[in-house]
């Protein structure tokens, strides 16, 4: 039998994302043109970073090696394959990066109606000892034809159409959401295509994990420092969690998503505001938790109703298993 050594039906992001538009009759394929860019930025970080050990990429931005050549830190090398990649298109006006610090208007000749946020290369540190790294990004329509204002991005998370990250890992998977559920794609190195291996991801409604930075604890507020203690210690009778933390924002909410529980970058009294970026880290995530059907929350709000007031903002967030997120908002309305 020939039969079933190969699967002949191959769902590529690419024909995921046109089977997805045919659905929207005045859609007139931008947003797949804007997302095969962003696909091409994937599979070059992916690629740069297989080869970061030997290519001997990794080192300080401008740094020369032997050779007298200049490199570049993988991050900034990631960073310029996006901005051009995401220019390119034609598609896009507005781009936040985190390695930039001012946002980049794209010229009139080549502006295009979205917005894109994204972190590059998130993890960065990690590179050095192989540890999973990732990609984030979300995306905006602008409000109206006008003439393109910071305000366009500053805009709640709830508004994005579209976030994801891609995870270079033991393999190079990216999830997506446009808004109707969670789709995961892992990269087939020999076609060069994401094909569809993790259809309709749906987060387990309560988790056995949880994943924060412990050795923030002495600085942590009450609400998060109870539920931690209840996660060592439950009462209820139930067993207590285990604790995994990569230090990798998209490894461990990968995991969080594939096998529930709890993800927490909390306030604490050295940065108030935790360090997680809202804009390209902490919307795109939350976006992607809901569409799962888990939650999101800052300790205050629903994350994606925040309204950023600058680009590079931050916040704590607590995101996850929608019964586990929902014990830790009740810990935090208790406070008030
Ligand atoms: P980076 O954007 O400088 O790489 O930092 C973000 C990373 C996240 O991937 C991760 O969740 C977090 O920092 C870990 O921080 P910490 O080392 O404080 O636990
Ligand atoms: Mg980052």
């Known amino acids: 039998h020939e039969a079933d050594a190969y699967r002949t039906d191959l769902m590529t992001i690419t024909r995921y994302v046109l089977n997805e538009q045919s659905k929207h009759p005045e859609s007139r394929g931008d947003f797949t ?3 095969n860019h962003i696909v091409l930025g994937c599979k070059f970080v992916c690629s740069a970073v297989n080869k970061a050990g030997l290519a001997k990429l990794i080192g ?16 900034v090398l990631s960073n310029e394959v996006f901005v051009k ?15 930039d610090e001012e946002a980049t208007f794209v010229e009139p000749s080549k502006r295009g109606k979205y917005c894109v946020v994204f972190d590059p290369l998130d993890g960065s540190s990690n590179i050095d000892c192989g540890v999973s790294i990732g990609t984030i990004f979300g995306i905006y329509m602008m409000k109206d034809s006008h003439e393109p204002t910071i305000d366009d991005v500053l805009q709640p998370g709830r508004n994005m159409l579209a976030a994801g990250y891609c995870m270079y890992g033991s393999s190079c998977t990216l999830v997506l959401s446009t808004g ?15 094909i569809l291996t993790h259809p309709n991801i749906k987060i387990p409604k ?24 209840k996660c060592k ?26 096998y529930g529980g709890i993800f927490l970058y909390p306030a604490d009294k050295k940065s108030p505001n935790g360090k997680l970026r809202v804009l390209y880290e902490v919307f795109p995530m939350s ?16 994350a994606l109703d925040l309204v950023p007031k600058k680009i590079h903002e931050r916040s704590p967030i607590f995101l996850g298993s ?14 008030e």
């Open 33 to 35: 043109i804007l997302l």
């Open 60 to 75: 300080l931005a401008g740094e020369t090696n032997i050779q007298g050549e200049e490199q570049k830190k993988l991050d």
């Open 85 to 99: 990649a995401l220019v390119s298109s034609g598609r896009t006006c507005i781009l936040v990066s985190e390695e």
């Open 180 to 194: 109707s559920g969670v789709n995961g794609f892992t990269l087939d190195p020999s076609l060069g295509e994401f």
């Open 206 to 229: 309560k988790g056995k994990i949880y994943s924060v930075n412990e050795g923030n604890a002495k600085n942590w507020d009450g609400p998060t420092g109870k539920y931690v203690e």
């Open 233 to 258: 210690f439950p009462k209820d009778g139930s067993s207590p969690k285990s604790l995994r933390y990569i230090g990798s924002m998209v490894a461990d909410v990968h995991r969080t998503l594939l």
């Open 287 to 302: 976006f992607l938790m809901e569409q799962a059907g888990g939650q999101a929350f800052t300790g205050k709000q629903r």
């Open 322 to 335: 929608y019964d586990d997120v929902e014990e830790i908002k009740a810990l935090y309305a208790a406070e």
